[in-house]
Structure formats: C-alpha cells, structure tokens
C-alpha cells in the first residue's frame, strides 16, 4: 500500500497536548491551550489546530508562523503597536522578533504552520 503525500486537518480520533502561557506570561485569566499538531516535517516545519480559551498573555515570536482563524475572537498587539481583531476567516503571519500580546476574547481555534 501506498503512503500518502497528503494530510488533512481533520482531528476527529486525534488526542490534543494540553498546556498554558507560562505564569510570569499571564496578563489575566486562566488561558488554556489544546494543540492537534498534524505534521512534524523535517528542517523544522510543523503544521496542526491550536485552540485557547479566554485570557491575555504577552508573546515572543523567536518562530515563523503562518495562522488562519477557524472560530472564535482574539486580539493580537504588537507593542507599539495598534491592536488587531481577529475573527472565522482572518489570517495573519507573525515574524521573529515579534514581540507583544495574545488576547483571546472567545475561545479561539486556528490552523497554523509554523518555521522553526
């Protein structure tokens, strides 16, 4: 049989890794993330679902990543920066050397694909 050079976000059977924002990174609420993650290619390339619930925490971005958002709001600010509402449908590519906060107003789900 044939392997597959195809994957699809389909989670249905697949356990999540559960985790949070580390404490000293919690602005306010209780944040609790799920990630799915689908694909670990080689030369650090990864690619899943990630979902949070409500809260704020401040994030840094050593890593490439490319999201779209499947459901939910969040809000995402650059420091220095004004603040950007994400919504079902939004997409967004956040560069190393990104520094600023995650505020997820409704538990947000996104697929994403990250470039270590």
Known sequence: MAVANFITFNIDGIEPEFGAPKPERI???NPQFRT?????AEGGL???IWE???GKWRI???EWEYFSLLSGHSIVTED??????LKAGDRMILRPGFKGTWEVVETT??????KI
């Open 109 to 114: 789900r996104k697929d994403y694909v990250i």
């Open 36 to 40: 799915w993650n689908l694909e670990e």
């Open 60 to 62: 840094v971005y050593e």
């Open 27 to 29: 602005i306010f609420g």
């Open 80 to 85: 220095g920066g004004e603040p950007v509402h």
């Open 46 to 48: 990864y690619s899943g």
């Open 52 to 54: 949070a619930t409500s």
